[in-house]
């Protein structure tokens, strides 16, 4: 079986939102924590970003910053981000031969809440094939 890279998110100096492996060595992960790891790359990579594969990623990223008026219009915009997400896994997932607890299952949305008179945090759980579940949590914009 093979292993991904932890990835840990984090805010430096400037206040701007990075990427880290967090540790000194990489961190080895599997699982439902591998899965997890390759479904927010897809979320957080900007649709069409990717010169070898212009239809993974997702809007998702763009929300940061970004002035919506109408929860309906935010609610609309999340939940087309999460399909796309879920589009990128599903077809970089096919021609994989994977554990069940690494292959995608689905993912809900649970809430998005306001954090700070500029922020917003989503969250969802996150599915595998195995029948295992995370809630993840993730923070946009000012008070992000």
């Known amino acids: 079986m093979t292993t991904d ?15 880290s492996f967090g540790t000194a060595t990489p961190e080895g992960v599997t699982g439902l924590y591998k899965l997890l790891n390759q479904w927010l790359k897809a979320l957080f990579t900007d649709l069409g970003s990717d010169p070898t594969a212009k239809e993974d ?10 002035n919506v008026g109408l ?33 995608f299952g689905g993912v809900t949305l649970q ?3 306001e954090d700070g008179p500029d922020g917003i945090v989503v969250s969802v ?3 595998n094939a195995a029948g295992q579940s ?8 000012e008070g992000a």
């Not at 932890?6 to 701007?16: A, L, P, R, S, Y």
């Open 125 to 127: 759980v996150l599915e």
């Open 57 to 66: 990623g997702s809007n998702f990223a763009q929300l940061i910053g970004a």
């Open 111 to 113: 809430s998005i809440e």
């Open 5 to 19: 890279i932890q990835i840990n998110f984090f805010t430096d100096e400037e206040g701007q939102k990075a990427f």
């Open 134 to 141: 995370l809630l993840v949590r993730t923070s946009l914009g």
């Open 71 to 103: 929860v309906d219009e935010l609610f609309e915009v999340i939940t087309i981000s999460l399909d796309q997400a879920t589009s990128t896994i599903e077809r970089n997932q096919r021609s994989q031969d994977l554990p069940p607890e690494e292959i």
